[in-house]
């Protein structure tokens, strides 16, 4: 009997094991269509160098990660409701919903009291209303500036960061504060595009950065500062190129090899790169003439392959950066080669200024997620400088205006000091929270009814400060344990 049992389940095994390894080589490797390799598991490596698209299924894990995200949303939520004003707000997490509803109707009555948009030293907790972010002064430091979301949403269709739109959600206003650290990187490209209206540099100025990275500890405000920092800029009417997610350049989708220049081209992420970079632009794209008008170049499709009797595109000679951009979202063969001929066109753009703005910029510096089979067995995991898009901006070696900002969130490492083609004093420390800021942000969330007032005091607020070393995520989310 024991020995009947011990059969079926190694026989069970065996079947599992087959069932399986197919599966998880062909989420690798396309399966081969003709019919002398349909019994290999492993296609041919000239199969393999020919097409290629990511194994790993990033839909999945979005899905898990929202529904965790939610659920973490929620608890977070029951105890940030639980901080009003009157200990009748402090509740079991069944009553969530009348919790939030009680908030924003005291919110709603808060505004009708001016009084209340008090910060430190009686200082007003808000900027005034007709102050917008160029006219932002070192006066309004400390300062929280309000936004009008749907606006703001308009002027960044790429999409929030992710700090941006958590302060929004916890604090129930779109609002940040003003800091000494963005206003002196709003005024350093300010003065590159204005020179005239600052002293020079031998008059006691500082000479300002054309290329500046955003570097220093997790949760310090970066990508918020560059996110205002694109703002600013688009406000004032120049052409910026703006990447809120830079490590989706270097993950999921298709990736081919490009006989022609050795490096690996990326179609879906290119059409992506420039449908964002066309959402607020277009105006300014239709009125800014081409001055390259070489033929495009065309390399293979996304899950298509190469365009048959067709090696080239042809440029219109009348053509405008905006018709350049629409050849590569319309032609899935020509996306990265759009892409690259843009990085050329943006250097050579005088009408208006031009930034280009990277967020998640170490992400360039490391391995994507793509990998190249060197053998049936083995692959090669591929630098993210050899993909063509990330080849095409990663450099700073050049005279544009160019900003880019370290996500440590996405888990790259730390790197080294000296980067490659990045200029060596470019890497700019942004810090966190000082006492001062924290004070500030401290009192807003007692404006917001994240704390009783009863329960705010001096002493609570900088023990609050020093238990999170000044990191904004984790203050908003322990002040509400103010006791």
Same mark, same amino acid.
């Given at each position: 009997?024991?020995?009947?049992?011990?059969?079926?389940?190694?026989?069970?095994?065996?079947?599992?094991?087959?069932?399986? +390894? %197919?599966?998880?080589? !062909?989420?690798?490797?396309?399966? =081969?269509?003709?019919? &002398?390799?349909?019994? $290999? @598991?492993?296609?041919?490596?000239?199969?393999?160098?020919?097409?290629?698209?990511?194994?790993?299924?990033?839909?999945?894990?979005?899905?898990?990660?929202?529904?965790?995200?939610?659920?973490?949303?929620?608890?977070?939520?029951?105890?940030?409701?639980?901080?009003?004003?009157?200990?009748?707000?402090?509740?079991?997490?069944?009553?969530?919903?009348?919790?939030?509803?009680?908030?924003?109707?005291?919110?709603?009555?808060?505004?009708? +009291? %001016?009084?209340?948009? !008090?910060?430190?030293?009686?200082? =007003?907790?808000?900027? &005034?209303?007709?102050? $917008? @972010?160029?006219?932002?002064?070192?006066?309004?430091?400390?300062?929280?500036?309000?936004?009008?979301?749907?606006?703001?949403?308009?002027?960044?269709?790429?999409?929030?960061?992710?700090?941006?739109?958590?302060?929004?959600?916890?604090?129930?206003?779109?609002?940040?504060?003003?800091?000494?650290?963005?206003?002196?990187?709003?005024?350093?490209?300010?003065?590159?595009?204005?020179?005239?209206?600052?002293?020079?540099?031998?008059?006691?100025?500082?000479?300002?950065?054309?290329?500046?990275?955003?570097?220093?500890?997790?949760?310090?405000?970066?990508?918020?500062?560059?996110?205002?920092?694109?703002?600013?800029?688009?406000?004032?009417?120049?052409?910026?190129?703006?990447?809120?997610?830079?490590?989706?350049?270097?993950?999921?989708?298709?990736?081919?090899?490009?006989?022609?220049?050795?490096?690996?081209?990326?179609?879906?992420?290119?059409?992506?790169?420039?449908?964002?970079?066309?959402?607020?632009?277009?105006?300014?794209?239709?009125?800014?003439?081409?001055?390259?008008?070489?033929?495009?170049?065309?390399?293979?499709?996304?899950?298509?392959?190469?365009?048959?009797?067709?090696?080239?595109?042809?440029?219109?000679?009348?053509?405008?950066?905006?018709?350049?951009?629409?050849?590569?979202?319309?032609?899935?063969?020509?996306?990265?080669?759009?892409?690259?001929?843009?990085?050329?066109?943006?250097?050579?753009?005088?009408?208006?200024?031009?930034?280009?703005?990277?967020?998640?910029?170490?992400?360039?510096?490391?391995?994507?997620?793509?990998?190249?089979?060197?053998?049936?067995?083995?692959?090669?995991?591929?630098?993210?400088?050899?993909?063509?898009?990330?080849?095409?901006?990663?450099?700073?070696?050049?005279?544009?205006?160019?900003?880019?900002?370290?996500?440590?969130?996405?888990?790259?490492?730390?790197?080294?000091?000296?980067?490659?083609?990045?200029?060596?004093?470019?890497?700019?420390?942004?810090?966190?929270?000082?006492?001062?800021?924290?004070?500030?942000?401290?009192?807003?969330?007692?404006?917001?009814?994240?704390?009783?007032?009863?329960?705010?005091?001096?002493?609570?607020?900088?023990?609050?400060?020093?238990?999170?070393?000044?990191?904004?995520?984790?203050?908003?989310?322990?002040?509400?344990?103010?006791?």
């Amino acid at each position: 009997m024991l020995r009947s049992v011990v059969r079926t389940t190694a026989r069970n095994l065996k079947l599992n094991r087959r069932s399986l +390894i %197919p599966n998880d080589i !062909v989420s690798h490797f396309p399966t =081969p269509t003709t019919s &002398p390799a349909a019994g $290999t @598991l492993i296609p041919s490596l000239d199969h393999v160098h020919r097409c290629f698209s990511s194994s790993k299924s990033t839909k999945s894990t979005i899905t898990k990660t929202k529904k965790s995200e939610g659920k973490k949303s929620k608890s977070k939520g029951g105890e940030s409701g639980a901080a009003g004003a009157d200990d009748g707000e402090f509740a079991g997490g069944s009553a969530g919903d009348e919790l939030e509803a009680g908030r924003a109707k005291r919110l709603a009555d808060d505004e009708k +009291i %001016p009084s209340l948009d !008090v910060g430190p030293n009686g200082r =007003p907790l808000f900027t &005034p209303r007709d102050v $917008t @972010l160029s006219k932002l002064s070192h006066k309004d430091i400390g300062s929280y500036f309000k936004f009008d979301e749907a606006a703001l949403k308009a002027v960044l269709p790429e999409g929030l960061a992710s700090g941006i739109e958590d302060e929004f959600k916890e604090s129930w206003r779109p609002s940040l504060l003003v800091r000494k650290s963005f206003l002196d990187l709003r005024d350093n490209f300010r003065r590159i595009a204005d020179p005239p209206m600052w002293p020079s540099e031998g008059k006691g100025g500082v000479k300002p950065k054309k290329q500046i990275i955003l570097d220093g500890p997790v949760k310090s405000g970066k990508s918020i500062a560059l996110a205002m920092l694109v703002h600013w800029a688009r406000d004032e009417g120049w052409l910026v190129l703006y990447a809120p997610k830079g490590r989706d350049w270097t993950h999921g989708g298709y990736f081919y090899k490009n006989q022609h220049t050795g490096f690996w081209d990326t179609p879906l992420q290119a059409e992506s790169i420039l449908k964002d970079f066309v959402k607020f632009n277009e105006p300014r794209l239709r009125e800014l003439r081409c001055h390259v008008y070489d033929p495009i170049v065309l390399g293979e499709g996304a899950g298509v392959g190469y365009l048959k009797g067709q090696d080239t595109m042809p440029i219109p000679e009348d053509s405008t950066l905006y018709d350049l951009v629409q050849m590569g979202i319309k032609s899935t063969h020509a996306a990265v080669s759009v892409v690259v001929r843009l990085r050329k066109e943006l250097s050579l753009v005088k009408d208006v200024p031009v930034l280009i703005a990277i967020d998640q910029y170490n992400n360039w510096f490391t391995f994507s997620e793509f990998e190249e089979p060197v053998t049936p067995r083995s692959c090669r995991p591929i630098h993210a400088r050899e993909l063509t898009t990330v080849n095409a901006f990663r450099s700073m070696m050049h005279d544009d205006m160019m900003v880019g900002a370290f996500s440590h969130s996405t888990a790259v490492g730390k790197l080294r000091k000296d980067l490659p083609d990045v200029p060596a004093d470019a890497r700019q420390d942004f810090p966190r929270y000082s006492l001062d800021e924290a004070e500030a942000v401290c009192y807003y969330y007692l404006r917001q009814r994240l704390v009783r007032r009863e329960v705010f005091s001096e002493e609570n607020w900088k023990k609050i400060y020093y238990l999170a070393n000044g990191n904004g995520a984790e203050m908003r989310w322990l002040v509400p344990f103010m006791r």
